[in-house]
Structures are given as structure tokens and as C-alpha cells.
């Protein structure tokens, strides 16, 4: 066992070893072959036309399911999100001001207008669940700031009376707000905007035109996500049906394996990307910039196949490395995602470390400065060197590859202390 | 196989270059270094706690055939692994024709045909697929692939199914593959790890005559648990024990070194009432065993055979001699 010294690193020496090694493995390498027959037999094996098109009905699926959802935002009643129970209660209101009917919410109670002693028979009959009676002079009373008293009558034999009993206590809530932030309103100065001052709007939901892009971003890097069982097939397999033997004793690196078997992963997701971004074409989604964004988008995948293979070259087993790559891709999606939504209100240069902000952008078709790119392929670039670095030095080790294998501590503190194995 | 020695030497010569190699590794215990094919040199490899190579040394002569016999754990798996450089040692080094397993492993793995215990292949491949896969990784030049795969499909008689996926292949069938696969390059050394492990008779008989075929022409290691199998095919066995060459040379060579020339076992109707200690006060008597109703006595004189059977009187049901084997070496060497 061989350690760099301290000095080493500080002198960079480690960083020129590295650089010597990477040139020296790039110039020997031999991973086309394995690239080639990779690729082959996963196109022709069943299973993976299986995912492919459970793939393709996924994104069909969300298309319809996107279309509906803009169409929702679109129109006037919005979009929610709880089920409607509209059918479900009914409740009599003897209302002349209108302040309570108009919102009670119909997808949860069917409201009839009534008096009491209609609503008295209904409610015996069992044909409705409660009586609210609102004073006539409600909007008066609340004006004159006095007590709004509200009558509320219930059949307790109903089950049901809970649900109309907490939407009235719901939209009582919602008009007291509305006064009481009305009232607040009322002592503000008003006009406060000029010509140099911009006035900020809050609360207000997300425009429509970034929600779009964003969801096409999500969209289109689905596929990386998705072939995460394509890779950990292609690695863990090898250790799975015992054939990770006959090919380490093949005349080809460790490193031609691991870039060999994750090239053919890349390549997969370049055919995937392709054909749905022709699919968003056709299917009337407007993509601007459409090379560009199959480029950076492929340009993700690098990395995310990386960190991948080296996290299926240290799994025991399929279960295990299905477990891994679960939790893994949660951090991925979170990283993808988090800092591309972050831009839309920060703008700042460094959420541009994910390539889906610079996506998202150029779906938009904004002019993205070149430091904003030189960000996102530098970040790219270290991160896809790293994990290629960390599966290729498991792979040769044979405690990872055949057992017994070490804990994670163990393999971090090897890695970190540069421990040659 | 188009790289094979041509055998343009008379059999006087070649039996007087085997008779001479012979007599330098029993005698002399050591070849000479341009006889050497393989040299393993103090290798020691450990699993964790568990130590499986323990400075383990062992020379392996050019076109010879090597058997490694040992029990289960004895570390003749982790040997060819560290050969093939699938595994790396933690102390020692193998040099394969000069070439160093820590330097120069892509080399020395170009000049190996592996076949590991089970015949691991890729099930989603026709046989054909296979071997042009394996081909084209170790780099056999693309015009000659093909021609090259029809002849060892031919010669491992499985030219019929060529165009079949392996995964409707029987253990016998892809044990056959296995070692075209292992042949497609045509490598100088060849090594099987327990090549007729779990086949029925017929198939391990034709497997056995794969190995026969390509004895003298190619450096051979056979790993095996069959002692008939490394008696009746190896030049020299090595018998591995806790990590550890404990014995080596010609199957003749290790038979003479058990007690004895010959065995005698007699089975008896009541073994309770043979007198034991008149055995042993037997001039050529070494030594005897008891297993059920029979006795195995080890004599190193034949004089002596008809004073033995007297003493198991009338209790004797059947008499028989065997000459020592392979297996009786390993059980003498190893327990």
C-alpha cells in the first residue's frame, strides 16, 4: 500500500499523477468495443423495449396531463387541487346579503337558498344537513364594527354535519380575514408608485409562461432519471449473473469498462432525449433553441450516468443498488430542479451550476451570457470527472468487485487519504 | 489453430526433451528459466481476516500441463485469479512469459484463455453473438473472426447451435462454449478452474477430451477435485493446502511417495474381533485404516500378503490389492 504525502498534494504533484494517468488510460483505451455491444444488446433485449416504451406513455401521459393543467390555470376557476365532494352535503342559507352564500364552496356542499321554517321540514326529512341563518343586516353590522351574530342549525344524526359544520367555520374565517385585511388596507397610503419606484406584487402565483417552462425542463430530463435501471442493469448485472469475472479477465482496463458500459448508457439516453423532444415538437410544444437544450441536456447526463455506475460498481446487489440509486436520484432531481426554480426569482449566475436553469432559459429564448454556460460545463465537468474517477477506482478493487466488501468509511477515508490500492 | 507448433520434431527427440525437463524439475527442482512459462513468487493474498494464498511459489514449464488439486478454500481459485489478474495480490508478483501482473496485466490477460468454474455467460447472446464479442475485446483481426469461430464451434461440436441463445443452453453445452470462448484468441496458456465440475459422465468425458486435444500444444493449468481426472491428463500436480504448494510433481512421482507399493483391502464379516495389533507387528506393514467393514493396509512388500489375510481368519469376505493413487496422495498429504 503506497500513500501520497502531504507535500504531494500541496505540491500538486497528485493532481499531475492524476493527469498523467487520465492521458495516459484515454490514449490505451479500448472502450468502443464494449460501447458497441453494450448498446446492441440492450436495444434488442425485451426488457429494455419494455422501459423504452413505458417511457414513451409516460410522456404521453404528461402531455395530456400538462395540457389539462395549463388549460385549468388558464381558465377562471383555476386549478385545485382536493378532491370535489360537490354532491356529497347539503345545507340550507337564509342569506339576503349574499356575504356567506357566494362563498361557501359548491365543490364541497350543495347550498340551497331557504328560510327557516322550510329549512325545519327539509331537515327533518332528512333532505338537507344544516340551516345557516345570516342577520339581515350583516354588512351593517360589520361596517358599524359590532358582532355578527350567525345561527347554525344541524342534524347531529348525520354524519355529514361535521363537513358543513367545518366549511362554515372555514368561510366564516376567510370573510373575517378579508374584512380584517380590508380594514388594514383602508389606513394605508395609497398610490404609492411613481415613475421610478416599480410596485412588487406578492402572493400571487407564478406566471403561467414560467410554469410552463419549467415543466418542460422536468419533462425533458425525465429520460436520465428513468434509464437509472439501465445502468445499474449493465453494472450490477455483471456481478448478479457472475460475469464480472470473465470480463475484468478480458485484455481491457477497468477504466474502458466503466466508460465503455456508461458511454452505451449516455448514448441510450441521446436516442430517448432525441425522439421526446420530437414527440414536445410534434405535439405542438414550442421549443426554442432545440439543439442547444438536447446538448446541455445530454451534457447532464454524463455525470448523473457517472455518480450512477460508480454507486452500481459498489452495490452488493440489484436490491441494494435499486435502494441507492432511489435515495440518489432524489438528491439528483433536487439538485436539477431546486437551483433552476431558485433562478426564477434570485437570477443569480450561480443557479446556472444546474444545466436545467440554463434549459429553462433557453426555452424562453433569452440571450444566456457565456460565463452562465462556462458555468454549467465547468460544474459538469468536475462533477462528471469525480464520479468517473470514484467508479473507476472501485472497480479495481477487488474487495468491491468479488468481497469481502469494505464499509463506506472505510472506502471514503481510502479515497480521501489517496491511498493507492 | 493456426499459431499451434508444428510438430516437425521426432518422437526420439521430443521424448528425450520431456524426459529431460522431467529429471530437471524432480531432481534438480527448479526448470530452466527459459522453460518457464509461469513463475509465481511468494504471493499472498488475504479476504479480510481470512488468508488464502500464504507465500505461495510455483513454476509452470512452457506446453506443460499443470494439475492444481486441493480441498475447498485451499486457495487454487484465488491462484488463477491472480494469474488472470482479476485479482491483485497483497504481497508476491506472477511473471506470465517475463511479463509482471503488477506492470504489465492488459498483456498478460491477451495471452490467457480463462474458463472460470461456472460457465457465467451472457444469457441475452446467441452463442455466435458471444464469441464474436469476446473476439472482437481481444482484438482477433475482423477478417479472421469469423472463419476462427466457425472452427471452434466445430471443435467443441456445437456448430448446430451456433445460432442459439445461451440462455437455452444446458450446464454441458455452455461449459463447451465457455471454452471456445476461452480458445477464441488463441492463447498460449489456457486455464480451466474446474472444468467438469457438476457434468454428467459423458459430457465431463468429452470436456476431458477438449483438454487432451490441446495438451502439449498449449501451457495448461487445471484446477481440479477429480484425482483420476488430474491423474490421467496432467504432466505435474500441485496439491495446495492452506494456501500453500505442500507437494508438486508427475502423478507417478507423488503415488511413489505414499506409504507403501501397494494396498490391500480386505472386508470382513465382524471387524470387532480382528486382532489389530497383529497387523501391525507385520514387518511390511506402514499402515492401516478401518472403514465400515473393510481395512486398508499400506505394504511396501508383497511377501507379506498371504501372512496378512491369515490373520483375518475366517472373518474375511473379500480380498483385493490397488496400487496407491492420486487420491491417496492428497488424503496422506493434506490431513
Known sequence: ?421 | MSDLPSDSRSENSDLKIILLTQYKREVEGKMASEDVMIKIDSLTKSFGRIKALNDLNLEIGRGELLGIIGSNGAGKTTTIRIICCILKPDLGDVLVDGHSIQTDPIKIKSMIGYLPEEPNLYERFKARELLRYFAELYGVPKGEIESRIDELLELVGMSDRADDKINTFSKGLRQRVGIARALIHDPPIIIFDEPTMGLDPATANTIRGFIRKLKGKKTIILCTHYMDEAESLCDRVAIVNKGQIIDIGTPEYLESKVHGDIILKVRVNNPQSIDTNKIKSINSVDAFSIDGNEFSVSLNSRKDISQIVDVFGEEVVSVNTKEPTLEDVFINTVK
Open chain 1, 1 to 421: 500500500m503506497k500513500y501520497f504525502s502531504v507535500s504531494d498534494v500541496l505540491e500538486f504533484k497528485l493532481i499531475s499523477n492524476c493527469t498523467q494517468q487520465l492521458l495516459g488510460q484515454v490514449k490505451d483505451m479500448n472502450f468502443t468495443t464494449i460501447t458497441k455491444w453494450e448498446f446492441k444488446g440492450t436495444l434488442s433485449s425485451r426488457k429494455f423495449l419494455m422501459i423504452f416504451l413505458l417511457q414513451i406513455s409516460v410522456l404521453l401521459l404528461m402531455i395530456v396531463v400538462f395540457n389539462s393543467f395549463t388549460a385549468n390555470l388558464e381558465s377562471e376557476n383555476g386549478i385545485s387541487l382536493t378532491p370535489s365532494l360537490s354532491g356529497f352535503a347539503s345545507m340550507d342559507v337564509q342569506d339576503e346579503s349574499g356575504l356567506f352564500i357566494d362563498r361557501l364552496n359548491p365543490e364541497i356542499l350543495d347550498v340551497n337558498r331557504s328560510n327557516y321554517n322550510t329549512s325545519m321540514k327539509r331537515m327533518e326529512a332528512g333532505k338537507t344537513t344544516g340551516f345557516l341563518m345570516v342577520p339581515g343586516d350583516v354588512v351593517a353590522s360589520i361596517n358599524a364594527m359590532e358582532p355578527v351574530n350567525l345561527n347554525l342549525y344541524l342534524d347531529y344524526s348525520d354524519p355529514k354535519s361535521v363537513v358543513v359544520l367545518d366549511e362554515v367555520n372555514s368561510t366564516s374565517k376567510i370573510i373575517s380575514t378579508a374584512i380584517t385585511a380590508s380594514w388594514v388596507n383602508s389606513l394605508s397610503p395609497q398610490n404609492t408608485s411613481t415613475q421610478n419606484f416599480k410596485q412588487q406584487s406578492s402572493g400571487e402565483s407564478l406566471p403561467l409562461q414560467i410554469i410552463n417552462k419549467a415543466m418542460m425542463a422536468i419533462i425533458l430530463f425525465l429520460p436520465i432519471l428513468l434509464f437509472g435501471n439501465i445502468i445499474m442493469d449493465s453494472v450490477v448485472g455483471e456481478k448478479e449473473r457472475k460475469t464480472a469475472e470473465i470480463l475484468i479477465a478480458m485484455p481491457v482496463s477497468h477504466a474502458d469498462i466503466i466508460i465503455g458500459k456508461s458511454l452505451a448508457s449516455i448514448l441510450l439516453i441521446a436516442l430517448q432525449v432525441g425522439i421526446w423532444i420530437l414527440i414536445l415538437l410534434i405535439t405542438g410544444f414550442a421549443i426554442k433553441n432545440p439543439l442547444l437544450v438536447y446538448a446541455f441536456i445530454l451534457m447532464a447526463s454524463v455525470p448523473i450516468v457517472g455518480i450512477t455506475t460508480a454507486l452500481s460498481v459498489y452495490a452488493k446487489n440489484y436490491k441494494e443498488a435499486g435502494i441507492g440509486i432511489s435515495i440518489l436520484y432524489i438528491g439528483v432531481a433536487g439538485f436539477l430542479a431546486v437551483p433552476a426554480l431558485a433562478y426564477i426569482s434570485t437570477r443569480s449566475t450561480f443557479a446556472n451550476i444546474s444545466p436545467m436553469t440554463v434549459v429553462m432559459r433557453l426555452f424562453s429564448g433569452e440571450v444566456i451570457p457565456l460565463t452562465d454556460y462556462a458555468v454549467t460545463v465547468l460544474f459538469a465537468f468536475i462533477f462528471s470527472f469525480l464520479s468517473y474517477w470514484v467508479a473507476v477506482k472501485l472497480s479495481r478493487r477487488d474487495d468491491v468487485v468479488f468481497g469481502p466488501r469494505p464499509g463506506i468509511l472505510r472506502l471514503i477515508w481510502d479515497l480521501i487519504s489517496f491511498k493507492k490500492v
